[in-house]
């Protein structure tokens, strides 16, 4: 492959990747929290920045809560078990609420919606509905992580004496497990960056450590967005 088939390939890679509106959404909130970790806070230029650049992620999100609607309405896996459907379920539940009261706080920063009393009390309930969805996404983790590892030993054993990096299932499953425990750390930051935005534990979670964990998280959310080589040829 020539230098400028690389090229072409990485330029369609990035295509792909910038014509999703999620991905132009991960990486204003990178933008978002690295500004909020650099304002600390205090008025300034970085304050302007993580405000404006907070107000402009509202566009990319509007009508999403939808898409949390239709696994909240879909059959879950025939082997799951009952407790992680519930705490699947539940997160779709708190993501949809999150989403549409977070559309209600954007009015409100268009005047278009005026009463400021309920719009900072819709902001917390939106703000408390993400944390509530972080808990439970880091429960289902914990749980699918737990019966991957168990799937995992029991195919080892039936590899024992074969070379199991070579066996697709076994690759499959380890991927899985990587993917998860990716998912477990960035929703154990987006609970830091909820509690924080609370101001929950104000001494501890200061603006500078929200946006430490904030900008990490956008970060993960990036990677995760990131199309395959296979995706952009077909493309």
Known sequence: ???????????????????????????????????????????????????????????????KFINCLHPLISPSAPETPLPLILLGKSTNALLSTFLFLDQISWLGRTGMYKNKERLELIGRISLFSWLGASVCTILVEIGELGRLSASIKKLEKELKNTDKYKNENYQSKMKKSNGRSIAL???????????????????????????????????????????????????
């Open 1 to 63: 492959m020539s230098s400028l088939d690389v090229a072409r390939a990485e330029l369609a890679l990035a295509i792909i990747y910038l014509n999703k509106a999620e991905a132009r959404d991960k990486i204003c909130r990178a933008i978002q929290y690295g500004s909020k970790f650099l304002s600390n806070g205090e008025p300034g230029t970085a304050q302007d920045v993580d405000k404006s650049t907070s107000s402009a992620r509202k566009v990319f999100r509007l009508f």
């Open 185 to 235: 750390v960035k929703a154990t930051m987006d609970l830091v960056v909820a509690v924080g935005l609370l101001q929950l534990v104000p001494k501890k979670v200061t603006p500078r450590v929200t946006g430490v964990f904030g900008f990490a998280s956008s970060l993960i959310s990036c990677y995760q967005l990131l199309p395959s080589p296979q995706k952009a040829k077909t493309t």
